[in-house]
Structures are given as structure tokens and as C-alpha cells.
């Protein structure tokens, strides 16, 4: 693997890590009605994503065809990805939750990679793949207990399988079917549908309380408008890291080094217990990447 693309890497480990702190601070922090908060934060970082790219983009946006169904069928993609991890947070544990998210991100694009795009891997792949699910299991090992789920729960962690890989899987393809090019406008189509179907669904199940719920408050507002600049620099370092390294690689060491990393947050900044199955589980990432690393 090219320095580029180790610096790329680690640029994004950091950037989607900190994504996720700032949405759990705008969550701790928001003012308006539980229900609200999710259609609030994907429609206000969704449309802060895709103005942000497409003023990067010196403010053109030409989608072909292909770019822009890709972009649709994408936005309603990650629409669905939300409102399941709203829901299956509500209804059960959040560490299958969390754990099943990897997974969709992991297994779908490689399914992809090689049904699709006929880009067979080889045994170091498959194997630092198997350690990242692995060591995935792993970290969430404490919280993996379904004794007690509402009903439906279920199937939310199944939409968020499912959603959470297919996210992966069309952003990767757009790139393929368009030779690496119209990323801008990819971003800004999947981003600003997401945005307007967020916004639309909270007009429809909030009302007349609808604008009242992006009072959010000065802490979560102030994380919320971050977040949208944050989002927007992920998913297009996201999109240029898709042209040097193969789907199934990226996204599987982005995802072991987000959950390598919060473990480590957790535990010096948070004072989280550091338990034997968290360090077995950091261990076996460390060898997973090294292992996709020296495999690409």
C-alpha cells in the first residue's frame, strides 16, 4: 500500500471517529423531542455536506444519469440506515447494533467486489478480513446479550445490515461505472436527498412542532453545524480513497480503525474499563490491517 494511501487512511480513521463523538455530544446535549433528534441531525448534515462539496466543487454540479439514480437510490439508503439505528437503539443493545453496522459495511462490499466486479481477492484479504469481523465481535463481546429486545428489534439490526453495506456498495459502484469521476456530484445528490427526505419526515411526524424541533440548543447546535463539515470531509476523503484502494480493503480497515481508536478514547478519556476481550480484540485488528496493508 502507497504512503498516500496510508496517510489517506489514517486521515479518515480520524475524521469518521470524530464524526461519531460529535453526533453522540449533539445527542446528549439536543433540546427537542426524542423522536426529533435523528431527522434533525441527518437533514441539518445532510444539507451542510452537500453545500460544503459543492462549494469545493467551485459550485458545479453535472450529474450524468447513472450518477445521479446512483445518488437518489443512495440518499433513500441512508435515510433508511438512520431511521434504523434510531430504532434499534430505542427497542435493544447497542453493541449487536453496532456490531451488525460493521458487519453490512464489511461483507456486503466484498460480496460486491467479487459478484459484481469480478475483483477476486486473495488469502491475506480474506483472512485480515476475517480477524476485523473478529475483532469487531470482540469489542462489543459485554453488550452482545438479546434476552431482553422490544419487539422489532430484530429487524432494525437487519435494515441496518443491510442499509449500512448497500451505502458502501453504491457509493463504490457510481465510482466504477463513472471511471472515478463525479464524486462531487455523487456526495451532493445522496447528501441533499437524505437531507430533504429527513426534513420531509419530520414535517410529517412533528407538524406544527416541526421547526420548534431545530431548537436544539447551544451545545448540540454548535456540534451539529461541526458535524456537517466533519461528515462532508469524510465521505470525500471516502471517495478518493475508493480510486486507490479496493472497496472490500477500505472499508474494512476505515471500520477497524474507527472502532480501534474509540475503544482507546474510551478508555483514557472516558475511564472505560479495559477488559482482556478488548485488548485480544485490538491485537487481532492491528494484525488485520497489517495483513490487508502488505496484501494490497
Given at each position: 500500500?502507497?504512503?498516500?494511501?496510508?496517510?489517506?487512511?489514517?486521515?479518515?480513521?480520524?475524521?469518521?471517529?470524530?464524526?461519531?463523538?460529535?453526533?453522540?455530544?449533539?445527542?446528549?446535549?439536543?433540546?427537542?423531542?426524542?423522536?426529533?433528534?435523528?431527522?434533525?441531525?441527518?437533514?441539518?448534515?445532510?444539507?451542510?455536506?452537500?453545500?460544503?462539496?459543492?462549494?469545493?466543487?467551485?459550485?458545479?454540479?453535472?450529474?450524468?444519469?447513472?450518477?445521479?439514480?446512483?445518488?437518489?437510490?443512495?440518499?433513500?439508503?441512508?435515510?433508511?440506515?438512520?431511521?434504523?439505528?434510531?430504532?434499534?437503539?430505542?427497542?435493544?443493545?447497542?453493541?449487536?447494533?453496532?456490531?451488525?453496522?460493521?458487519?453490512?459495511?464489511?461483507?456486503?462490499?466484498?460480496?460486491?467486489?467479487?459478484?459484481?466486479?469480478?475483483?477476486?481477492?486473495?488469502?491475506?484479504?480474506?483472512?485480515?478480513?476475517?480477524?476485523m469481523l473478529l475483532a469487531a465481535a470482540l469489542f462489543h463481546l459485554k453488550g452482545l446479550n438479546v434476552q431482553e429486545v422490544k419487539k422489532g428489534y430484530r429487524g432494525w439490526v437487519v435494515l441496518l445490515l443491510v442499509s449500512n453495506g448497500v451505502f458502501g456498495v453504491l457509493m463504490a459502484s457510481q465510482q466504477r461505472v463513472m471511471d472515478f469521476t463525479q464524486r462531487n456530484e455523487m456526495i451532493?445528490?445522496?447528501?441533499?436527498?437524505?437531507?430533504?427526505?429527513?426534513?420531509?419526515?419530520?414535517?410529517?411526524?412533528?407538524?406544527?412542532?416541526?421547526?420548534?424541533?431545530?431548537?436544539?440548543?447551544?451545545?448540540?447546535?454548535?456540534?451539529?453545524?461541526?458535524?456537517?463539515?466533519?461528515?462532508?470531509?469524510?465521505?470525500?476523503?471516502?471517495?478518493?480513497?475508493?480510486?486507490?484502494?479496493?472497496?472490500?480493503?477500505?472499508?474494512?480497515?476505515?471500520?477497524?480503525?474507527?472502532?480501534?481508536?474509540?475503544?482507546?478514547?474510551?478508555?483514557?478519556?472516558?475511564?472505560?474499563?479495559?477488559?482482556?476481550?478488548?485488548?485480544?480484540?485490538?491485537?487481532?485488528?492491528?494484525?488485520?490491517?497489517?495483513?490487508?496493508?502488505?496484501?494490497?
Amino acid at each position: 500500500m502507497s504512503l498516500d494511501a496510508v496517510l489517506l487512511l489514517i486521515f479518515m480513521v480520524i475524521v469518521f471517529t470524530t464524526q461519531g463523538s460529535l453526533s453522540k455530544v449533539f445527542s446528549m446535549h439536543y433540546q427537542g423531542p426524542a423522536l426529533a433528534a435523528t431527522p434533525v441531525y441527518a437533514s441539518v448534515t445532510g444539507a451542510a455536506c452537500a453545500l460544503a462539496t459543492w462549494c469545493m466543487a467551485g459550485f458545479a454540479y453535472a450529474p450524468s444519469t447513472q450518477t445521479l439514480w446512483l445518488g437518489l437510490a443512495n440518499g433513500v439508503t441512508l435515510f433508511l440506515y438512520n431511521v434504523a439505528a434510531v430504532n434499534a437503539a430505542r427497542t435493544g443493545p447497542y453493541s449487536l447494533q453496532s456490531l451488525m453496522a460493521t458487519l453490512g459495511s464489511i461483507v456486503l462490499p466484498l460480496l460486491a467486489s467479487l459478484l459484481l466486479w469480478r475483483e477476486p481477492l486473495v488469502l491475506l484479504h480474506y483472512i485480515g478480513i476475517a480477524l476485523m469481523l473478529l475483532a469487531a465481535a470482540l469489542f462489543h463481546l459485554k453488550g452482545l446479550n438479546v434476552q431482553e429486545v422490544k419487539k422489532g428489534y430484530r429487524g432494525w439490526v437487519v435494515l441496518l445490515l443491510v442499509s449500512n453495506g448497500v451505502f458502501g456498495v453504491l457509493m463504490a459502484s457510481q465510482q466504477r461505472v463513472m471511471d472515478f469521476t463525479q464524486r462531487n456530484e455523487m456526495i451532493i445528490t445522496t447528501y441533499g436527498t437524505s437531507a430533504a427526505i429527513s426534513a420531509a419526515f419530520l414535517l410529517l411526524t412533528q407538524k406544527a412542532q416541526a421547526a420548534r424541533a431545530y431548537q436544539t440548543g447551544r451545545t448540540s447546535g454548535i456540534a451539529l453545524l461541526v458535524n456537517g463539515a466533519v461528515v462532508a470531509t469524510g465521505v470525500n476523503l471516502l471517495m478518493r480513497a475508493l480510486q486507490l484502494i479496493p472497496a472490500p480493503i477500505l472499508y474494512t480497515i476505515n471500520n477497524g480503525g474507527v472502532l480501534m481508536l474509540a475503544v482507546l478514547l474510551g478508555t483514557v478519556i472516558w475511564k472505560e474499563k479495559f477488559t482482556f476481550h478488548k485488548g485480544l480484540g485490538l491485537a487481532l485488528a492491528v494484525v488485520a490491517i497489517a495483513l490487508l496493508g502488505q496484501a494490497n
